[in-house]
C-alpha cells in the first residue's frame, strides 16, 4: 500500500494544534473547516472563539496568538486573523500541489480502506415475486446499490439483500385466480401425489396479468378474499400443490426481476426471500414466550416496545395473530435471527420507503428488548421520499395506473435517443451510449436528492446535458476521455507518474481544492449512508474542472513542463470522476 493518506483537513488540524499548544491553549480548539467564504480564505477556525471564554482573553488575542505562529509555515499562502476572532487559511500553491501529489499517489486517491472491516448486510430492492417492478421500487434500488458499492469501495464486507416478497397475500390471490380459471390443474388435487410439472402453468405476462386482476376482485368479493387468505394459510401449513405453484411463481418472476435489475446495474449478491426465514419462526416466538417478552392481548401475541421518553404513540410489535398466522413483522424478525446465525453483522441497513418507518421502529426495538440482535449490532432505517410527477403528486401514468420501471426506462432512452440522433455513430454504439446517459439520467436525478426528502422527477431537466444532472457528468468524463484519446492519436507521451505542478491560475487552483474533498466525500456518504454527498462532490469536481478546461490550454500548450502537469491533473481528475460515478451505480461511455 502507498502513502497513508490524511485529509487537508487533518493535516491543517495537525499544524493548528501544534501552534495552540505551543501558545498554551488547549487543542481541542484547533478545529478546522472548509471556508464558509471562499471569496475571503480557502479553510478556516474558529476555535478562538470558543477559547476565548475558558482563557477570558478576547477572542481576537488569541486568534493572533496562533496566526504570530503560523505566518511563517510554509502550507500557508495566508494566513490572517480576523474579528472578532477567526482565523482565515489560504493554503500556499507548493502546499497544495504536495497535498495532490501524495493522494496521486495513495489508495484510491486518499480514499484508503478502513482498518476495520464492519460486516454489512443491505436490505434493499424489496421486490414482490408476480409483480413486475414499478416505479415504487426504483429508490431502493438504485440507493441501496450506491451505498453497497460506498461501503465496499471503503474495505467493508457488504451483502446486499433483495428480500423479496413471497410469503403474503398476494401469493393466495394468484393460487385462488389460477383455481378457478384452471380447476383442473394437477396443483389443486388434495389426492394427487406424483410429481408436479417442471414447466410453469403461466408464463410472465399471465403471472403480472392475473395479480392485479385478482387484487381488484377480491376487494369487490370478500369470500373470494376468504379463500385467498386461506390458500396462503395452506401453503404456510405445507399443502404440497400450492408449495409446488408457489415455486412456479417465484421461478417466473425471479428471471424476471433479474432481468430488470441487471438492466438498472443493481447487483444483489443474495436472492433471500421471506419465505426464508419461516423456518425460524417457530423457535424464535418459543423463547419470546418462555422469557417472557410476548404476551397474550386480544388473542394475540405481541411485545410491548413503547418506551417512557416517547412523543408518540408506538402500538405494540404483533408476533403471532389470533389465528396463529405470523405477519410482516415475524417474517423481519426472523429474518433478523436468520441474518444473525449465516451472517452476524455487525450492521443490517434497511432500504425502504419511509412510510414504513414506524413499523420498522418497532421490528428494531422488539429485535432488542427480546435479545434476538445483540446490543453491538446496528439496526439502520434509510427511510426514501417519494418520487413525485410534476404535479407533486406520486408519478402515475397517463391514465393514472403505477408506471412500470421498465417503461420510466423506456421512455427516458428513448428521449436520450432522440439529443444523440445528430451524432456521428454506429447504431450499437448510439444504443450503448443512450442506455449508460439514461441510466445516469434516472439515477443521478434520483441520487442527488437527499434521500429522505420527495422529489419531482423532471424529463427534461434530468435528462439536460447542462445543470446538476446525470447527462452533465457524464459529459465532462467524455471530454476528458477525448483529450485522452486526443494525445493518443497526436503520438503525445507523457510520463503520467511524475508531478503535478503548483497551480499557476485560479481555476487550477481550483480545481485542486475540489479534489481534496473527495476522501471526506465517500467517507461521509458512507457514514451517513447518504449518496447525494458523493454527488454534490462530483458536482463542485465536474463544475471546477470544465472551468479549468475553458481557461487553459492542456494539450496544445506550449510550456511542456506544464502540459505534462496538466496532463497528470486531468487524468486524477477523470478517474477520480469516474470511481466517484461507479459508486453511484453509473457508468461513463468513451463518447456522447
Ligand atoms: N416487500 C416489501 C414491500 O413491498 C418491502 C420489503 C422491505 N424490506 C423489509 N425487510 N421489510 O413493501
Known amino acids: ?40 480564505c480557502q479553510y478556516q477556525c474558529n476555535g478562538a472563539l470558543s477559547a476565548a471564554k475558558e482563557y477570558h482573553k478576547a477572542p481576537i488575542q488569541i486568534a493572533n496568538d496562533i496566526v504570530d505562529i503560523l505566518k511563517e509555515s510554509e502550507s500557508f499562502k495566508e494566513i490572517t486573523a480576523q474579528m472578532p476572532g477567526f482565523i482565515n487559511m489560504t493554503l500556499s500553491d507548493e502546499f497544495l500541489a504536495d497535498v495532490i501529489n501524495k493522494m496521486a499517489k495513495s489508495e484510491n486517491y486518499g480514499c484508503e480502506k478502513t482498518e476495520n472491516p464492519e460486516m454489512i448486510i443491505i436490505d434493499y430492492g ?119 405453484l408457489w415455486q412456479h411463481i417465484i421461478n417466473v418472476s425471479v428471471e424476471d426481476l433479474k432481468r430488470v435489475y441487471t438492466k438498472l446495474g443493481t447487483e444483489f449478491d443474495l436472492w433471500k426471500k421471506e419465505s426464508d426465514a419461516q423456518p425460524y419462526i ?17 388473542g394475540a401475541l405481541v411485545v410491548d416496545v413503547k418506551e417512557e421518553s416517547d412523543t408518540k404513540e408506538i402500538p405494540p410489535c404483533m408476533i403471532l395473530k389470533s389465528n396463529g398466522a405470523t405477519l410482516y413483522n415475524t417474517t423481519d424478525l426472523a429474518t433478523i435471527v436468520e441474518r444473525r446465525k449465516l451472517f452476524n453483522p455487525t450492521k443490517i441497513i434497511y432500504v ?12 428494531f426495538r422488539c429485535a432488542r428488548k427480546t435479545k434476538i440482535i445483540g446490543d453491538k449490532t ?9 418520487m413525485n410527477g410534476k404535479d407533486g403528486k406520486p408519478f402515475k401514468t397517463r391514465d393514472g395506473g403505477v408506471l412500470r420501471l421498465e417503461q420510466l426506462f423506456e421512455d427516458v432512452y428513448n428521449k436520450v435517443l432522440e439529443k444523440i440522433e445528430d451524432r456521428d455513430m454506429e447504431d450499437a454504439m448510439k444504443d450503448e451510449v443512450a442506455l449508460k446517459i439514461s441510466l445516469a439520467a434516472i439515477k443521478y436525478g434520483d441520487l442527488s436528492n437527499q434521500a429522505s426528502k420527495d422529489y419531482i422527477f423532471d424529463m427534461e431537466r434530468f ?43 485560479k481555476s487550477g487552483t481550483d480545481v485542486m481544492l475540489s479534489l481534496l474533498k473527495w476522501p471526506d466525500a465517500v467517507n461521509d456518504a458512507y457514514r451517513e449512508s447518504a449518496p447525494h454527498k458523493i454527488c454534490q462532490f462530483i458536482y463542485e469536481l465536474s463544475d471546477a474542472f470544465n472551468k479549468f478546461y475553458h481557461e487553459n490550454k492542456i494539450v496544445t500548450n506550449e510550456d511542456e513542463n506544464l502540459r505534462a502537469s496538466y496532463i497528470r491533473l486531468c487524468r486524477m481528475i477523470g478517474d477520480i470522476l469516474e470511481k466517484a460515478i461507479y459508486l453511484l451505480g453509473m457508468e461513463a461511455p468513451d463518447r456522447m
Open 1 to 40: 500500500m502507498g502513502y497513508k493518506m490524511r485529509s487537508i483537513i487533518e493535516l491543517l488540524e495537525e499544524e493548528l494544534s501544534a501552534a495552540f499548544e505551543k501558545t498554551g491553549y488547549d487543542v481541542k480548539y484547533a478545529k478546522v473547516t472548509i471556508s464558509n467564504r471562499p471569496d475571503l
Open 463 to 505: 435528462t439536460s446535458f447542462e445543470g446538476n444532472t446525470g447527462p452533465y457528468i457524464l459529459y465532462t468524463i467524455v471530454r476528458i476521455k477525448s483529450l485522452f484519446a486526443k494525445l493518443h492519436n497526436e503520438g503525445i507521451i507523457v510520463d503520467e507518474a511524475g508531478p503535478i505542478m503548483p497551480s499557476v491560475s
Open 352 to 363: 425502504v420507503d419511509k412510510r414504513q418507518e414506524l413499523y420498522f421502529e418497532q421490528v
Open 378 to 386: 446496528g439496526l439502520i432505517f434509510i427511510g426514501f421520499g417519494t
Open 126 to 244: 424489496g421486490a414482490n415475486v408476480a409483480k413486475p417492478l414499478h416505479i415504487g421500487h426504483l429508490r431502493t434500488a438504485i440507493i441501496g446499490e450506491s451505498i453497497k458499492r460506498t461501503a465496499r469501495f471503503l474495505g467493508h464486507k457488504v451483502i446486499g439483500d433483495a428480500h423479496l416478497g413471497d410469503w403474503g397475500l398476494p401469493i393466495g390471490l394468484i393460487i385462488t385466480e389460477l383455481k378457478k380459471r384452471n380447476p383442473e390443474l394437477v396443483y389443486f388435487d388434495e389426492n394427487y401425489d406424483g410429481e408436479y410439472p417442471e414447466e410453469a402453468p403461466f408464463d410472465v405476462s399471465e403471472l403480472e396479468e392475473i395479480y392485479p386482476y385478482a387484487s381488484k376482485y377480491s376487494k369487490e368479493h370478500e369470500d373470494y378474499k376468504e379463500e385467498a387468505q386461506q390458500a396462503i394459510a395452506e401453503l404456510q401449513a405445507g399443502r404440497k400443490g400450492y408449495k409446488a
Open 282 to 298: 417457530p423457535d424464535m416466538v418459543k423463547a419470546m414466550k418462555e422469557e417472557g417478552y410476548a404476551h397474550i392481548d386480544d
